[in-house]
């Protein structure tokens, strides 16, 4: 099969590596923008490359992988899925929701699968707590508190930050959308969301022109509520949640590579280890998706669950506006 990558940033380099790694097929980057990382690309993985998404798509691929700024994820994704190609598209779907709708009932009418790349979900930890939940081992859900905390100059090194899409609005930049792993991982916990309350703004003195700090409280169809802290000032690194129920609760922490929970029963805490390098939540996603387009799987997030996501993230945005809190 050949697969097309467009893109060629730090994630399109990921999935390139481990797209060799899982010997999926025949694998040719497309340049987005940035002609000097295409050629570094070629170089380094000893791939084909093409110039521009005109150009390759006058060839016939298997899949294709969008990688490219946000701002640019649905025009780019319209053309290739209107081309009957497979389609993975990084997270978010969109930095709005114009032509969303149009993807959606492209890939339904084409029967082509649609994945959008929230990769958190396959992490071994937030996979634990999934099932713990399933299975109702600290009973009905209350609440949950999410936290996620990085420096946006040491996102990437290689890069002036001041230069990257995460910093610039019109590139569909901006904390909220970056960090909207948080929102979807909790929805898939905890169910859907009816309700969306935030505060954000521009608090450091980083050269970004977007929201970097975002306090984002959720109402679950369930009755849950959770409480959502995001930024990319925070000089160490912090990624967890806190979940809580009727008969317990649960703790997952990114970096310390565990998960606690709780029972009221036992009055006992039980901690797992959930290690491993980061690069395995990225395979465990990839291999996923190559699955869905061979038939054999179903995409755990659909263009659907995309949208969902957007639609959570662009509320939040509204309210920091209005002050109000906003239903979905």
């Not at 990769?119 to 009973?139: C, D, P, Q, S, Y």
Request: a positive charge; aromatic letters at 8%; charged letters at 30%.
């Amino acid at each position: 099969m050949k697969i097309l990558v467009i893109g060629c940033g730090s994630i399109a380099e990921r999935h390139i590596q481990n797209l060799k790694n899982l010997s999926a097929g025949e694998i040719i980057a497309c340049g987005h923008v940035n002609m000097k990382r295409l050629s570094m690309v070629r170089k380094k993985y000893g791939i084909q490359t093409c110039p521009n998404l005109e150009c390759a798509l006058k060839h016939d691929f298997g899949a294709a992988l969008v990688c490219t700024p946000t701002s640019t994820h649905i025009p780019i994704a319209l053309k290739v899925l209107k081309h009957g190609t497979h389609l993975f598209i990084e997270k978010p779907i969109s930095h709005n929701l114009k032509g969303v709708d149009e993807l959606i009932e492209h890939a339904r009418k084409r029967k082509l699968v649609v994945y959008v790349g929230y990769n958190l979900r396959f992490h071994a930890g937030l996979m634990l707590v999934k099932k713990m939940l399933t299975r109702g081992e600290i009973g009905e859900v209350l609440s949950a508190r999410a936290e996620f905390g990085q420096y946006l100059p040491d996102w990437r090194p290689w890069q002036d930050y001041r230069r990257s899409y995460s910093a610039r609005r019109r590139l569909g930049g901006g904390i909220i959308l970056e960090a909207s792993h948080e929102l979807d991982y909790l929805r898939w916990l905890l169910g859907e969301v009816e309700e969306v309350s935030c505060i954000a703004g521009k608090l450091s003195h980083l050269e970004v022109d977007i929201e970097d700090n975002a306090e984002i409280l959720l109402k679950f169809r369930s009755g849950a509520i959770a409480g959502v802290h995001i930024d990319f000032t925070r000089r160490d690194f912090s990624r967890n949640c806190e979940i809580r129920g009727e008969e317990g609760s649960i703790i997952w922490n990114y970096p310390d590579r565990f998960v606690k929970a709780y029972s009221a029963r036992s009055k006992r805490w039980r901690t797992f280890n959930v290690g491993g390098e980061r690069n395995e939540m990225y395979v465990r996603e990839m291999r996923h998706f190559l699955r869905c387009v061979r038939g054999k799987e179903k995409p755990l997030v659909d263009e659907v669950d995309g949208k969902k996501a957007l639609e959570i993230v662009l509320a939040a945005k509204k309210s920091a506006k209005t002050g109000r809190k906003v239903r979905l």
